[in-house]
């Protein structure tokens, strides 16, 4: 494709000079509200599907033990994580060529027609067999979309944002994802605390799917609002007519070192997330017998928690650096986990509550920081494909499969202690990616010219003057 194709015009928002891109804050506030709305959707599915787990077992995977339902309902939530690569690889590299907003256009109407499949989806003792299997290929497809997702939404705040706040602003996606999962668990509590179980397995389980149709209609409206980035388009304009596409190859052996440091961030990140996020709900009412909706509702209140710090932390990774605040997440798994769970594991709702908390805010040292950090490092022509392969192969062997893979560690060796045991080894890979990371705070990204603010918009959230 040629740099003519490629080539996004000068944004009349920005000033772009051969020093230095100078941001329009109207302009960087709609980037990073359309890129967090994705976020926001995708897990809205993700705190949907966790604390329904139980339902949809019944409904898509009848069988006399309640154990092999979740495990069954577990298994078709990895299986949308094993496309991912495959999705980063087709949706990262079309980012680096035809640009990022269009790509991230696509995944937003991909993600949305997903998940409003599966509320459309007959039960099993309806088509039988075919239901899980319909199940299974809408996983399949939120999966693949997904794929293009996250790498494509963190760069294109990373790649707006003015360098000293790239951190603030990009902690902002991660915002959208609690938000999202709120949304979706918030739904699916409230539901269950109005209908009885016999309601919610017959018809209710489908509403909260079928809400991303509209969802997805908005964020659709709002990604096509959007200007290319000014990183890609420097980058296109400089290019000759003629410029071949980076090979996939070079994306992965010509980055290998940075992709090596991505997988081990996105590892402890990922293990983490889905630990509290995804597996805590089920550990609670399945492997605890704790009251169902009062656990749902404590882990909300931890999200809401982790909602209002989740930007102080963001800015402060601009003040002190995104190695240390990642470091510090990485050194409270590790000795924190166990004493955490071990909390949660005495039942009462104020040690339950306060075991939680305390993992939460640890998972804030990532979610406020990774947005910002692993964009930087790769360099533009490669940011979104390389970001793409790298993380998504990571949460694909390790992220995703954190419910499944603790479930049947429990069930083999009857340890209820193994999701801190999880955490740990994961801080231990993640602790040694921050050690061998170099840091991004302040600086401009690899590739790409510094980015700035002018005094006025960096004080009055002013459009900046040419």
Not at 43 to 64: E, M, N, R
Not at 377 to 398: E, H, K
Request: charged letters at 10%; aromatic letters at 10%.
């Amino acid at each position: 494709m040629s740099a003519a194709t490629v080539a996004a015009p000068p944004s009349p928002s920005l000033t772009r000079t051969s020093d230095a891109t100078v941001t329009d804050p109207a302009l960087v506030k709609r980037a990073v509200q359309a890129a967090a709305l994705g976020n926001a959707m995708e897990w809205f599915d993700f705190g949907v599907y966790s604390y329904i787990a139980v339902t949809l077992g019944k409904v898509f995977f009848p069988s006399g033990n309640p154990t092999a339902q979740l495990l069954s309902t577990f298994g078709a939530f990895a299986a949308a994580f094993l496309v991912r690569p495959l999705g980063g690889m087709v949706f990262g590299p079309l980012g680096d060529r035809v640009g990022r907003q269009k790509i991230l256009a696509v995944t937003m109407i991909m993600m949305a027609a997903g998940t409003f499949a599966i509320g459309l989806i007959p039960s099993y003792a309806t088509i039988g067999v075919g239901a899980p299997l319909l199940l299974l290929a809408a996983r399949l497809v939120q999966g693949f979309s997904t794929g293009g997702e996250y790498a494509g939404a963190s760069t294109f705040i990373a790649e707006y944002a003015p360098d000293k706040r790239r951190g603030f602003l990009g902690s902002w996606l991660e915002f959208g994802t609690l938000a999202g999962y709120i949304g979706g668990a918030g739904l699916v509590t409230l539901m269950t605390a109005l209908l009885s179980s016999s309601e919610l397995t017959s018809w209710g389980w489908r509403i909260p799917f079928l809400i991303a149709g509209p969802m997805g209609v908005i964020g659709l409206y709002l990604r096509l609002r959007l200007e290319e980035t000014p990183a890609f388009a420097a980058e296109a304009e400089k290019a000759e007519s003629n410029r071949p596409k980076v090979p996939l190859r070079e994306m992965i052996t010509g980055q290998w070192k940075a992709l090596l440091l991505c997988m081990g961030l996105v590892l402890v990140f990922n293990v983490t997330d889905y630990m509290l996020l995804s597996y805590m709900p089920s550990y609670l009412t399945s492997e605890l017998k704790y009251d169902e909706t009062h656990g749902l509702l404590v882990v909300l209140a931890v999200m809401a928690l982790m909602m209002v710090v989740q930007p102080f932390a963001g800015a402060l990774t601009d003040r002190v650096g995104r190695r240390p605040v990642i470091a510090a997440g990485c050194a409270g798994f590790l000795f924190l986990s166990v004493p955490a769970l071990l909390l949660i594991r005495q039942g009462s709702l104020a040690a339950v509550g306060l075991g939680m908390a305390a993992l939460g805010l640890l998972l804030v040292c990532f979610t406020a920081a990774m947005p910002s950090a692993l964009p930087a490092l790769f360099p533009t022509r490669v940011r979104y494909g390389s970001l793409s392969i790298g993380f998504n192969v990571s949460v694909s062997l390790f992220g995703g499969t954190t419910p499944l893979v603790v479930t049947a560690l429990i069930g083999a060796t009857g340890n209820m202690m193994m999701p801190a045991y999880y955490m740990m080894t994961a801080s231990l890979v993640g602790g040694a990616a921050v050690w061998f990371m170099t840091e991004s705070a302040g600086r401009p990204l690899p590739g790409s010219a510094p980015a700035t603010e002018t005094a006025q918009t960096a004080k009055t959230g002013e459009t900046a003057e040419s």
